[in-house]
């Protein structure tokens, strides 16, 4: 069993949706979990960090943590298509090592 | 602050060769990693460095790399004897343990195209 699990998509929306990313892991360790977001051929970009449970807004972004479920999100209000990209979650129990999932890709259509 | 810079970009090489890479984390930033990425993944771990030592390393890393982080600034990742399967983005990322929350910040990545 991989430790990240996430939906490689593609996922396709109009613009102005909202946009639901999901992941979830095996480890209960885990308690720091991060979003990226990665354009074609390019290193990823953070978009949110959240430590331990709970939800976390940045603008357009929430981040939501529920680690009874073994379950992340994070929610994109008012999609554009500038936002069409790969999303990729990550989480680790320390610093030392970071787990991946596979990414999402995302298309927000004009 | 420039972010996390990587060099080179891009990389061509014969199977067999040698080749380095090398990565400038964020200047006030102790922890380093290293990740590989090919296509239609996410970053697989392959190395971590807080300060000059270097406390994890991924199982499934070959003996044929080699990472170092001499004076705890910059990174060198060494891949020695390349094979075509090494072909894939590789991946540099910091973060700091002091004061800020650990969040982990990315270069642009070395490309590798081993033919």
């Known amino acids: 069993q991989k430790e990240v699990e996430q939906d490689p998509g593609p996922l396709s929306v109009p613009e102005g949706a909202i946009v639901s990313l999901n992941c979830t892991y095996s480890?209960?360790?885990?308690?720091?979990f991060m979003w990226y977001r990665q354009y074609s051929r390019k290193g990823p970009e953070l978009l949110m960090y959240?430590?331990?449970?709970g939800n976390k807004e940045d603008g357009r972004f929430t981040a939501q943590v529920d680690k009874s479920s073994k379950y992340i999100s994070l929610f994109i209000r008012d999609s554009q298509p500038s936002d069409s990209a790969t999303y990729l979650c990550a989480m680790s129990a320390t610093y030392n090592q970071f787990y991946f999932g596979t990414g999402t890709s995302l298309t927000v259509i004009p | 602050d420039t972010g996390v810079s990587q060099n080179p970009r891009h990389k061509i090489t014969k199977r067999g060769q040698n080749v380095t890479f090398r990565c400038d984390p964020i200047s006030e930033h102790n922890r380093l990693y290293w990740y590989r990425q090919t296509l239609g993944q996410g970053p697989e771990f392959l190395t971590y460095f807080q300060n000059e030592a270097q406390l994890e390393k991924s199982r499934l890393l070959s003996d044929r790399f080699s990472a170092e982080r001499p004076k705890g600034s910059f990174s060198t990742l060494e891949i020695q004897r390349t094979e075509q399967g090494d072909s894939a983005m590789y991946l540099c990322?910091?973060?700091?343990?002091?004061?800020?929350?650990?969040?982990?910040?990315f270069g642009p990545g070395t490309r590798l195209t081993v033919l």
């Open positions: 959240t430590y331990s449970s």
């Open positions: 480890n209960s360790a885990f308690q720091y």
């Open positions: 990322a910091s973060s700091s343990t002091s004061g800020g929350s650990g969040e982990q910040f």
